[in-house]
């Protein structure tokens, strides 16, 4: 299964929902921003919203600074 993560090609065994993609990238917990097929997914809503063939993800990182 294919999908673009940040508008780069990622293949994927099997959908799965945001939370597991983040898990599998390595940002499970970390404070990130998540766009879904061009709408935002609140991180209440991460293990709901499902990332299936073709779906269009954008990760965005929040990072503190002075």
Not at 9 to 17: G, K, T, V
Not at 51 to 63: C, F, M, P, Q, S
Request: proline share 9%; hydrophobic share 50%.
């Amino acid at each position: 299964m294919n999908i673009q993560l940040n508008g780069i090609p990622h293949e994927l065994d099997a959908a799965m929902p945001v939370s597991d993609l983040l898990a599998c990238i390595g940002f499970a917990g970390k404070p990130v921003v998540v766009e879904l097929d061009g709408l935002p997914v609140f991180p209440r809503d991460y293990p709901d919203a499902w990332v299936g063939d073709g779906a269009r993800v954008e990760i965005v990182t929040l990072a503190a600074g002075g």
